[in-house]
């Protein structure tokens, strides 16, 4: 048995809550899938057409989330806390089955994706994984945002960076190896908002179901939830959360050590659009026993699995 074989959840695991944008209740039913199989949501609201898959070509929305979308109209929206999980805990394969367009807010961050994760255990397979190895720097920019990524060794670095006007998230960086760091606070840092945005946002029609119990809401210098933060840099560090969640709509996990600064989720996709429009950006390769990279091994899941 191997850590570098592909890995799914040992049981079904259920969720219900509201939907950021929509406001709408939506349950969620995780189910393990077989080796190869990949991530893969199914909108059982729907009789037909309703498989979609979480890969970067399919995002046809980037606006204060990241959505999929099949052929035929039936989208999956704020997907990347969830997808941020599977990948952070090293799940290679299931299917999420979703009963509405959006995958529940819960509390904003990552944090319960990953509880019940690890509550249903995690099954290994035989077959190896396949990992994304960057071969060049690829580099998308939008005026002074801008995301690059480059080859690494053997780890996803991922650094970050904010610069906000606002003095309570300021100039906030953060950088993590995704494989190696202790992730919690990455994985319980919860999204945000600006109060002066929250109008415009609702116009749009969208955080229906926004609240303090499921966003941070930064009014001047003040933080209006009145639990605080939960961690120091939990602005940055949720930026972090989503940009590992949109990697892993290239389908595997990566090696690579990735930059951004004030990016989100349309420079992330970007990104990965530009990278695979050419074959010498990256190879697919599979892990063989023999060359086991240890530092792909992600030490709090083999703490969590032991
Ligand atoms: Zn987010």
């Known amino acids: 048995m191997s850590y570098l074989t592909q890995k799914t959840i040992k049981n079904n695991i259920n969720f219900s809550g509201i939907a950021l944008h929509s406001g709408l209740s939506v349950n969620v039913c995780i189910k393990p899938a077989e080796p190869n199989f990949g991530i893969v949501f199914k909108r059982v609201d729907l009789k037909e057409n309703n498989i979609v898959y979480p890969n970067f070509i399919n995002v046809s929305n980037t606006s204060l989330n990241t959505t999929v979308e099949n052929e035929f109209g039936a989208k999956v929206s704020t997907i990347e806390h969830l997808m941020g999980a599977l990948f952070g805990l090293g799940i290679d394969n299931a299917l999420i089955e979703i009963d509405n367009e959006e995958v529940p807010i819960l509390d904003g961050s990552a944090k319960i994706f990953i509880e019940k ?160 429009q050419n074959k010498d950006n990256f190879s697919i390769i599979e892990i063989k026993e023999k060359n086991l990279p240890h530092t792909l091994i992600n030490k709090n899941l083999l703490r969590s699995i032991a």
């Open 117 to 276: 994760i690890l509550t249903s255990g995690i099954k290994i397979s035989d077959s190896p994984i396949k990992i994304i190895k960057i071969n060049k720097e690829v580099t998308f920019s939008d005026g002074v945002r801008s995301i690059t990524i480059k080859p690494s060794t053997l780890n996803l670095e991922i650094e970050f960076q904010l610069k906000y006007k606002n003095e309570i998230i300021g100039n906030q960086k953060n950088k993590v190896k995704v494989y190696e760091d202790d992730l919690s606070d990455v994985y319980n840092s919860r999204t945000y908002c600006l109060f002066e945005d929250i109008e415009e946002i609702k116009k749009k029609g969208l955080a229906k179901g926004g609240s303090l119990e499921n966003a941070v809401v930064v009014k001047n210098n003040e933080i209006l939830n009145p639990e605080g933060l939960r961690n120091k840099k939990e602005f940055v560090n949720h930026k972090i959360l989503d940009c590992i969640g949109d990697l892993y709509t290239s389908g595997y996990r990566i090696v690579a050590s990735v930059t951004c600064s004030q990016g989100g989720h349309y420079l992330t996709n970007q990104l990965l659009r530009k990278v695979f």
